[in-house]
Structures are given as C-alpha cells and as structure tokens.
C-alpha cells in the first residue's frame, strides 16, 4: 500500500491479531502492534521522503554500524529493499525483502553483495533474521545492526539481565568512555544515558514502562 511520503509499504496480520508494517524504503519496521497497542517508536519528526533514513522502527545498520569511513550507519537504511516473498504457517506472517549492491552503494563500498532479511509475526512475537552473503570475487568485512526504537516511558522503563557485564560509559565523554561493570540487576534512565555492554547475553527482559514485557 501507499505509505507517508507516497513510499510504499508493506501491511501483514496473523490470525491472532498482531500487526507489522513495513517501508520497503530502508527495509524499515516501522509498526508491531499487539491488540491495537504499538510496541515500537518512530520519532515524529522523521522524514518520509526517500532521501533521509526513516528515523525509528526497526532500521538496518549495514555494512557498518555509527560513524566511519561511509556515511553514519553505512548505506541499508537509505536505499530501497525488493519484495521476495510472503508466506502464511499456521496463522502467522513470513515476509522476506532482499537487498543487493548498486552504484549507489559501491560508490562507498566497493564489493558485491546479497542481504536477505526476513520478518516473523506471531501471536506475541515478531522476530527477524538478515543474512549477508558475499557475491563478490573478493572477500569483505562488515558491521550490523537492527537499531529498533521501543515505545517507551523514560521514568518508568527498565531493562535486566546486565548484571556483571563489563560497560563502556559514553557520557559525558563519547571520545574516551569510562570503563565499568554494571551492578544493577535492574537498570533505570534518571537521566540521560549513552552506554555500551560488552558480552551481553542474548535474551534480556525490557519493561517499557507502559505495562509490556519484552
């Protein structure tokens, strides 16, 4: 369908009621809804235009994550991805968009390349897979990330599970952060926060605040 800024978008439902939209611009998530209530946050003021990364949902950080040799967050998230392929098992939403190189992005990253990303909807999940296989004749490293944006109450939400992993604090110094280890079994934001946790564990439990455990 027709989403803002006449980019178009993808709409997919399980038969249990959850929701997922998708922008084919930047292979953006941009909505997961559990019984009408959206679990993730896209900011209001980002632009819908083709030309600027859609700012929040689920964006791509592809082939490199933050600041570096290309553009911030490296190229995925500002190109469009195709439509491969839909399935429905038991109920449930499969959607598989693929992205491959172009001028575009061999003009900041001279390699070929195929990204394969597929989205589940459940009944009370949505997970995603991205595969990176390389097509070229020489052998490439990269970076990337799914940089999702939740919905969130800044008072109110916590994470857990970081206990004991060693931590990185960007603030108030992003050039040289301080070296730590969490303490916390459960982890606040009072204030501004910007730190990174190495070796953490795969599953963590998110409370937004707004009465949903993720």
Known sequence: VEGLGNLPKLLAKSTHGSEVEIYLFGGCITSWKLEDKDILFVRPDSAFNGQKPISGGIPHCFPQFGPGPMQQHGFARNMTWSFTDSENTDGNSV?????????????????????????????????????????DDKAFSFNSALHTYFRASSTEASVKGLKGCKTLNKDPDPVNPSEGIEEREVINFPGFVDCIYLDAPDELLFDNGLGDKL
């Open 95 to 135: 959607i598989s968009l693929q992205l491959t190189d172009t001028p575009y992005s061999r003009a900041m990253w001279d390699y070929s390349f195929k990204a394969q990303y597929k989205i589940i909807l459940k009944s009370r999940s949505l997970s995603t897979e991205l595969v990176i296989t390389n097509t």
